[in-house]
C-alpha cells in the first residue's frame, strides 16, 4: 500500500511539472496584414455569374504558441475591410454593389471573434472553427467561420476560408442591372486567401 501511494505521488508531481513546463513555454503571439488581402466575392445572376476582389484592408490575430512550437488556440481576431474597396471590372456594377451594401453610412465590412476552437491536421498545418460577429451593411449577425491555416517555414502563416453570406439575411436588397432586367441571386460567397506576419 506505501508502495502504491508512493507511485501515485509521484505521478501526481510528474503532471504536476508537465503542466507548470507547458504554461511557461506557452507563448502568445501577434500576428498582422494590412491592405495584401486577397479577397473575391462571387455570385449569381440572370445574366451570369459576376464577382468582385480587393486587397485592401486588415486583420489582427493573437495566437498561443506551446513548447514545440505548434499554435493551441487563437484567443482573438478583429477583421475589417472598406467596402469600396472591393471592386469588379464594370463601375456600373460597383455602384450598385456599393448602393447595396449602403457603404455611404456603413463604409467597413468587419468580423470580431468570440471564440475560436484550433484542430492540428498535421506539424505546421490546422484548422480553425471561428465564432464571431460578421458586420456587413451596419447590420451585425452571428457567424461562424472555418479556415485553412499553415504555419511557414518563416513564421508567418498562410490562411485560407470561405463563408457563403446570404444578402437578406443583412437587409441587403439584391443589385439589379439594366433596369431591373437582370437580376442578382441573393447568396453569395465570400472568399479569402492571405499570409500574416508576426
Known amino acids: 500500500m506505501l508502495q502504491l501511494q508512493k507511485i501515485a505521488k509521484a505521478f501526481f ?7 507548470a513546463t507547458n504554461i511557461v513555454f506557452a507563448q502568445q ?6 491592405d495584401d488581402l486577397n479577397l473575391v466575392i462571387s455570385g449569381t445572376s440572370t445574366l451570369h455569374d459576376w464577382s468582385m476582389k480587393g486587397a485592401k484592408g486588415e486583420i489582427n490575430a493573437l495566437f498561443t504558441f506551446n513548447a514545440a512550437n505548434q499554435i493551441t488556440a487563437l484567443n482573438t481576431m478583429s477583421f475589417t475591410c472598406p467596402a469600396e474597396g472591393i471592386k469588379s471590372e464594370h463601375s456600373a456594377m460597383d455602384k450598385n454593389a456599393y448602393k447595396a451594401l449602403k457603404s455611404d453610412k456603413n463604409p467597413a465590412i468587419t468580423y470580431t471573434l468570440a471564440s475560436a476552437t484550433v484542430s492540428p491536421v498535421n506539424a505546421t498545418e490546422f484548422t480553425v472553427k471561428c465564432i464571431g460577429k460578421l458586420t456587413i451593411a451596419g447590420v451585425t449577425r452571428d457567424a461562424d467561420l472555418i479556415v485553412t491555416c499553415k504555419l511557414n517555414a518563416d513564421k508567418s502563416i498562410s490562411v485560407s476560408g470561405s463563408k457563403k453570406i446570404s444578402m437578406k439575411e443583412f437587409n441587403m436588397e439584391p443589385p439589379t442591372f439594366m433596369m431591373g432586367t437582370i437580376k442578382t441571386g441573393n447568396d453569395v460567397v465570400l472568399k479569402l486567401n492571405l499570409t500574416i506576419r508576426k
Open 13 to 19: 508531481l510528474f503532471l504536476l511539472v508537465q503542466s
Open 29 to 34: 503571439v501577434k500576428y498582422h496584414t494590412k
